[in-house]
C-alpha cells in the first residue's frame, strides 16, 4: 500500500512538472518564433515605467 502512494505521488511530482516546463518551453519558443519587432514589448514597457524610481534594499 505504502508503494501505491509512493508511485502516485512520483506520477504527479512528473506530471505536473511536466506541465510546468511544457509552458515555460511553448512560451519561449513562441517568443522566439512569432515574437518579430514587439518580443521586447513587456519588459520595454516595466523599465520605462520603472524609470527614476528609487533603489531599495540590498547594498
Not at 519587432?37 to 514597457?45: C, L, M, P, R, Y
Not at 524609470?51 to 547594498?59: N, P
Amino acid at each position: 500500500m505504502v508503494g501505491y502512494f509512493i508511485d502516485l505521488l512520483i506520477v504527479a511530482v512528473l506530471v505536473i512538472g511536466f506541465t510546468a516546463l511544457n509552458g515555460v518551453i511553448g512560451n519561449s519558443i513562441g517568443e522566439k518564433l512569432f515574437g518579430g519587432k514587439k518580443k521586447n514589448i513587456h519588459v520595454d514597457a516595466s523599465v520605462q515605467t520603472q524609470t527614476g524610481w528609487k533603489q531599495v534594499g540590498g547594498k
